[in-house]
């Protein structure tokens, strides 16, 4: 059975910390891993990693895979309050899309 | 205007009533999704299409029908609610030509069955 199991669930950080996000994935046909930012709505993309090792970066965030241990990292450094939000991963064993449960970040004043 | 719409934005309905959620897009998609989120658990596919002959179940089908009208509408029917169906709702689109598998994201129904 796919499986998709984020750490931690849930986070509380002051502002200027550095957090890390994992997310890790056991699926019959990797294709590709996604990261999402959840607001009070919808998901917003972040990113798609489908090569292990190359970090992909978006002003204070990054992320990388590592497809042989089967894992991604989400990095946000200097942390801000509007970095509060669930952050999903999702990946893609075929045709279908499996998320993890979110990690719930709170950044603090 | 929203590229992916959802109707409606919050429904309150009885146990055992039939409800429909739509979905529309305005992106030129080919590709639409159903999801379900409840806390703790995140999302989960419950239906998604290719086209508008395709249909396929996803993670958690049971209770759940689609119906899709045209390449833009996508509709989730719950043919007779239940209380463990309350939770909020998501429709999703993505291009076949686009980055793989990045998908849109509605802005949700939440759905209480009593």
């Known amino acids: 059975e796919d499986k998709v199991v984020q750490s931690p669930l849930s986070l509380v950080v002051h502002e200027g910390d550095t957090v890390t996000l994992n997310c890790s994935y056991e699926v019959t046909n990797f294709r590709s891993l996604l990261w999402y930012k959840q607001e009070k709505k919808a998901p917003t993309f972040l990113f798609m990693l489908?090569?292990?090792?190359i970090e992909k970066k978006s002003g204070r965030l990054s992320s990388i895979l590592d497809k042989k241990e089967l894992f991604s990292i989400l990095n946000i450094t200097a942390t801000q309050t509007g970095d509060s939000a669930i952050y999903l991963c999702?990946?893609?064993?075929?045709?279908?899309?499996?998320f993890g449960a979110g990690t719930r970040l709170t950044v603090k004043p | 205007d929203a590229d992916v719409t959802q109707t409606p934005r919050n429904r309150i309905t009885k146990t055992g009533k039939r409800i429909m959620l739509e979905c529309s897009q305005t992106k030129g998609h080919d590709r639409m999704y159903w999801y379900r989120q409840d806390p703790g658990l995140g999302l989960r596919l419950i239906y998604y299409?290719?086209?508008?002959?395709?249909?396929n179940k996803g993670e958690i089908s049971d209770g759940y029908s689609v119906s899709r009208q045209a390449q833009a509408k996508f509709s989730l029917s719950l043919e007779s609610a239940i209380p463990n169906q309350t939770a909020l709702y998501f429709c999703?689109?993505?291009?076949?030509?686009?980055?793989?598998?990045?998908?849109?994201f509605g802005p949700g129904t939440r759905l209480t069955v009593l």
């Open positions: 999702a990946v893609v064993p075929n045709n279908d899309m499996r």
């Open positions: 299409s290719f086209d508008v002959k395709d249909i």
């Open positions: 999703a689109t993505s291009s076949t030509g686009g980055r793989y598998n990045e998908q849109f």
């Open positions: 489908t090569s292990s090792g």
